[in-house]
């Protein structure tokens, strides 16, 4: 999510300004900032080169020579136009440096710190600290080689090395062997939290988790809307309960897609970020996620129309309680337009 649309859905100005005061809560200095909507970045008037190199890999893409070509000419003339081609300027407190490239997400902030490699990853403001805290707690207990260790942290926020390198999402080349090594990387570690369940346990389990979001969100959302989410969650058990097959349960990254799969530069080590969604789903979730582009435009309409299968029905409740998830995250004035946005995705008349 870039910052034109987070304008659009909640107070940018006055959450970033917050958040970053936050975090520099200590520093009695004061910085010029500049904002650049289009890279998602906010950045001194005279950035230094590793920032400007971040910025063209996370930016660079695909395509024809001459659509590359302009889109590293129109990314280098932004970041050196010394401020004159930023949306806006602000006065922010801090002793903010040329190395620091300040990058808001969706709800949660990075900020890359490149004269020590490292970034800082912290709860916005005014955001709950449930999906920083879902992060740290799964590496602490997880340590393997393809999930960068943590350098330290506290409850909101933790620090990590830079990746020198890329996504896979910016990969131009044996794009396919990378998301094979991942994937392969990943269930060889996953695998052994393999369970076999039956659709009937399967339903009851996912049910029980799905009405205790509807609980905790029902205050934000029409009865309505939410009486179409259950409605939509009833035909979809019904459907998966008719099936005789067994449906595999394991430990899920959840949201598996190529932005979140790094490749080191110099060694091609492939490392998988963004911990904070993982929990144990069917083994379908993940698969569908990297192969089949759920979270990319039209992805969930590609879910719907596939024909009636088991995978396909447990992906689309999986799917529902990962949004529904998500909304738990934001905050009570943001979640509303989210929610109904979700009971209109997952609308039954969808089923087929």
């Known amino acids: 999510m870039k910052i034109t649309y987070m304008r659009l859905c909640e107070d940018f100005d006055r959450i970033n300004k917050e958040t970053l005061n936050s975090f520099y809560t200590n520093s009695d200095k004061e910085t010029d900032l500049f904002v650049y909507p289009e890279l998602n970045a906010i950045i001194v008037r005279n950035p230094s080169k590793k920032v400007k190199k971040f910025i063209y890999t996370e ?43 300040l990058y808001p997400c969706n709800k949660k902030y990075r900020i890359f710190d490149f004269a020590s490699n490292t970034v800082t990853v912290l709860t916005k403001s005014g955001f709950p600290n449930s999906a920083i805290k879902e992060e740290i707690d799964f590496r602490n207990n997880h340590k393997v080689d393809f999930i960068l260790p943590l350098k330290n942290f506290k409850e909101n926020q933790y620090t990590e090395e830079i990746i020198d390198g890329m996504p896979l999402a910016r990969i131009k080349n044996d794009k396919e062997q990378y998301i094979e090594t991942a994937n392969k990387i990943w269930r060889e570690y996953a ?12 339903c009851d389990i996912i ?15 029409e009865d309505g809307a939410i009486t179409k989410l259950q409605d939509t969650i009833k035909e979809l058990c019904l459907k998966i309960i008719l099936f005789d097959s067994s449906i595999t349960i394991t430990l899920s990254h959840g949201d598996l897609q190529p932005g979140n799969i790094w490749i080191e530069n110099i ?80 609308d039954v008349s969808n089923i087929k």
């Open 59 to 101: 930016y660079s893409v695909s395509g024809s020579i001459f659509k590359r070509i302009a889109v590293w000419c129109y990314i280098r003339l932004l970041l050196n136009s010394f401020g004159l081609l930023a949306s806006s300027r602000i006065r922010q407190k801090g002793d903010i440096g040329s190395s620091v490239l």
């Open 191 to 202: 695998s052994k939290y393999d369970k076999e369940i039956s659709p009937k346990e399967y």
């Open 207 to 221: 049910n029980k988790s799905l009405s205790e979001k509807l609980e905790i969100l029902k205050s934000n959302i």
């Open 267 to 346: 060694t091609d080590k492939v490392y998988i970020i963004d911990w904070e969604t993982a929990k144990l789903r069917s083994v379908w979730y993940d698969e569908f996620l990297l192969y089949e582009g759920l979270r990319m435009p039209g992805g969930l309409n590609k879910l719907f129309e596939l024909k009636p299968s088991l995978r396909k029905y447990v992906v689309i409740l999986e799917e529902l309680l990962y949004r529904l998830d998500d909304a738990c995250c934001l905050p009570n004035d943001i979640r509303g337009k989210t929610l109904d946005g979700i009971s209109n995705d997952f």
